[in-house]
């Protein structure tokens, strides 16, 4: 009988399926990166969080999506991590992007993109993804990423381009000063999550025209960059995964049908789609 336990993980939060005679349990672990974490913490984290959770059920094959595993040695990494909790099981680990693709286009060919806290896309030939338009990191990149459209609210605050009235709405929301946005973004760890929780103030506002010019430049500065690149693109559904894709969908199919694109499905995560993929 095959037992299939399924993650979908991030920097700081984990989710696990677990499958067993068409029954799912979800799990929820901190999350697991390879970039801030090694093999014997790893191993530690999962021992006192996932394994007690599992009350013994023999897994035979795990499926673990995660971020950083574009990188050979953090695969290594997380495949010795299973091997010594989970000797039986045979083990895939592959990368958040991969998550995506095979949750949002399943075995078809398809344009995946992931707009989250960071933003990355891919084309797919519904086996493997074939090109991937480079994602350069909050600081260079992640166009129409939550870090991108925070920066942009925070930029739009400090530099008094708001007008009054959305002003005084971010200062009551927020209450910080131009002191602490910028030691937070300079000097303090993980500037992208923070820039990025700046992002729900779009959410809460639309109907500003400074806030619809916001999010629709920065989800176009994402189509101009990234999607352009793929020759697919004018022949495929475009798919979309992740927060600010759900949250503003109705901007993105503004976009697909100025540019004359087909949109796909849009999506908040992958697990669901993670599951008919693995049925």
């Not at 091997?83 to 680990?93: D, G, I, Q, S, W």
């Not at 960071?118 to 993804?129: F, L």
Request: proline content about 3%.
């Amino acid at each position: 009988m095959s037992v299939i336990l399924i993650a979908d993980s991030g920097a700081t939060k984990c989710e696990w399926r677990l499958v067993k005679d068409g029954k799912k349990k979800t799990i929820i672990t901190q999350g697991i990166s390879p970039y801030f974490l090694n093999g014997e913490q790893i191993t530690d984290l999962l021992t006192k969080e996932l394994i007690p959770k599992l009350k013994n059920t023999p897994i035979s094959h795990i499926h673990f999506y995660g971020t950083g595993l574009s990188n050979a040695d953090n695969v290594v990494i997380i495949k010795k991590v299973f091997k010594k909790l989970f000797p039986k099981a045979k083990t895939e680990v592959q990368t958040d992007l991969l998550a995506a693709a095979r949750a949002l286009c399943g075995r078809k060919k398809g344009i995946a993109c992931i707009l989250g806290t960071g933003s990355n896309s891919c084309y797919y030939d519904g086996k493997k993804i074939v090109k991937n338009s480079p994602g350069l990191g909050y600081v260079l990149g992640d166009e129409g990423s939550g870090a991108y459209l925070g920066k942009k609210v925070v930029q739009y605050y400090l530099y008094n381009t708001f007008d009054e009235e959305l002003k005084a709405r971010f200062e009551k929301r927020f209450q910080v000063s131009a002191i602490d946005i910028l030691d937070h973004v300079y000097k303090q760890p993980l500037a992208n999550r923070y820039l990025a929780s700046y992002a729900i103030f779009l959410a809460e506002n639309r109907g500003h025209y400074m806030i619809e010019n916001i999010i629709e430049d920065g989800l176009n500065d994402f189509f101009f960059t990234h999607l352009y690149k793929y020759r697919e693109s004018w022949t495929l559904p475009i798919h979309f995964i992740g927060s600010i894709a759900f949250g503003f969908r109705d901007v993105l199919k503004e976009l697909c049908n100025t540019y004359e694109l087909e949109l796909g499905s849009v999506i908040k995560a992958p697990m669901q789609g993670l599951l008919v993929y693995h049925r």
